[in-house]
């Protein structure tokens, strides 16, 4: 049983296990058990995770900025990560148009089908809708750059979902220590680390409860799924089966394709050392379905197994975590075609790039929180003129589909933060 020492072999465990409990508990119908006795445990891994989100990124930033040489570097590493996290996005988005297209699983929905799950899903489609129309309300093009800027840090750090002012509030301060003098700086900057160092050894702590987190929250969201009724779950999965199809094969081409290619171009970097080295916090992302709250397991991940160093993951993982969403930006293209076609309505070449520039520009704003990508979708379909409320039609998968494209989402953040690690030198590329 020495297999079981290692963290990602009791995470696999305990999602497997949590799988056949959801299962079980559908079939036997112990719904509010598990929602009640169960699922509380997957609910304080995640608030847990959550909880150390912004003290990690206010800390590992500042203390990441301050200690390069020069503002020069900070805007070297900063534009070579945004590039990549651009180009990675597009291309995730090419993958996804290409496979919809060339897969078209929304042809082939029988009507009665597509009647019954609009039926099913039309109350929560029309309150993502309402969402979705209440946060593009009066914005402008530059409205997202608006959004990065806080008008009061506290409140910035108050939401996790406001974690792209966090990253803003924390370069900023990390330039502003860079430049003060050594002697007035000093104080200032060991605070900070010790904070680091005091939220990476809870990260420790909270990772030892993480096979018991992800078996409550898969139990739970496999519960959840179901709604008690497990014919309901195979019948669901049934009928959207070739669409989850496409874009879990998407997501495969994109991390089998685009990330392995570039760790391979770009990187000393073993693909071994780096799918195993990173697959705790996939496998956290897959149960969680939150970047944000993965966060912190990806950074110590990235920083013990990959050899990244501190300097260039305390900068490059925060912000991945809030603007690169490639898995989500993929799962976009292939659900507003999907949703299309199933519609009987044709997208001529312009909308799928008006869909590219869109997503693109849709995932620099959404949040690192569960199902955030669904409200982004709602604003795309009404862009490209297809009706919202064809969300209604992928609603019942949106949960499971959500786990798997976080789980790419992260990825994409450890390939690029390895990728610049290793374009900086920063990167110890021998066998941890």
Known sequence: MTWLKKLHNQIILGLILGLLFGILSAAMGWGQFTRHWIGPFGTIFLRSLFLIAVPLVLASIITGVASLSDTRKLSRIGGKTIAIYIGTTVMALIIGLVLVNLLQPGNGVPDEVRDQLTAEYSAMAEARTDAASESMEDRGPLQAIVDMVPDNIFGSASSNRNMLQVVFVAILFGIALLMLPAEKSRPLLSFFDSLNEMVIKIVELIMKTAPVGVFALLADTINQVSQNDLNGLWSLLGALGFYMIVVLLGLVVHVGVTYTSILKVFTPMSLKRFFVGLAPAQLVAFSTSSSGATLPVTMEMTEKNLGVSEEVSSFVLPLGATINMDGTALYQAVAAVF??????????????????????????????????????????????????????????????????????????????????????????????
Do not use: F, H
């Open 339 to 432: 949703i299309a076609q199933t519609l009987g309505i044709a997208l001529g070449l312009g909308a799928q790039l008006e869909i590219i520039l869109l997503a693109v520009l849709a995932s620099i704003g959404t949040a690192a929180v569960p199902s955030a990508g669904i409200i982004m979708l709602v604003i795309i379909l009404q862009s490209i003129g297809v009706p919202a409320a064809g969300i209604a039609l992928i609603l019942g998968v949106d949960r499971i589909l959500d786990m798997c494209r976080t789980a790419c989402n992260i990825t994409g953040d450890a390939t690029v933060a390895t990728i610049v690690a290793a374009s900086e030198d920063q990167l110890d590329a021998a066998p941890a």
